[in-house]
């Protein structure tokens, strides 16, 4: 199974977080943990069996990491949701979670200190420039677009855009402020850095993006 944990010690203010992604779709058998209550309700509410399926493979990718990570039985966790369907880690619950999935992939992030976010992508080909009427105000737009035309990937894009939804996903802030509100600073557009403090409002955020495999994220952290 591809398994990867994402060494940002030097990056970060406080030690222990953990981040990591997992190929969930090379795990064959989706029994070998128990699923929880919450578990079990969030996958029957699926109707198609092949999302049913993916499901169970990333809740099982979840749990094998948590494992490696917190040396514990991969049984002994649960995760459930809050009223606005974030992930919250039941046992144990000292532990601040954020889990994010794209194309057969799973993402966990644990912090013991601080609110935590995570976002992944795997780039395929989308009407960028449409999507950035949605996610950027206009001179962030102008910005992208130049990195994206000489670039030629879809990299400049997908940094941005993990970098907002790890802000969003951020414990108690959620979608409020909006992918318009979150300024990408150019050094991370353009991969000249990975980390960034980004402000909004009276509260600050730690931003630190990476790439691993075909997997574009970034984690955002707050109460730091």
Known sequence: MTKTFIDLTDKLPVSEVLVGIMRHTNIQNTDLLPQTPEETE?????LNADKRHALKQSQTALKLMMSDYLSAPAGSFRIGHDEYGAPVLLDPENLNVSVSRASGWTALALSADSRIGIDIETPETIDWRKMLAMTSDTEEAQLLS????????????????????????????????????????????????SDAYIDIEAQSFLTVSFEEQNVIGAIALTDF
């Open 42 to 46: 969030k996958t029957e509410r699926l």
């Open 146 to 193: 130049k990195y994206m035309e000489s670039d030629r990937t879809l990299h400049p894009f997908y940094r941005a855009w993990t970098l907002k939804e790890a802000v969003m996903k951020t414990p108690g802030t959620g979608f409020a402020f909006g992918p318009k509100r979150i300024c990408v600073p150019e050094c991370i557009i353009s991969a000249h850095r």
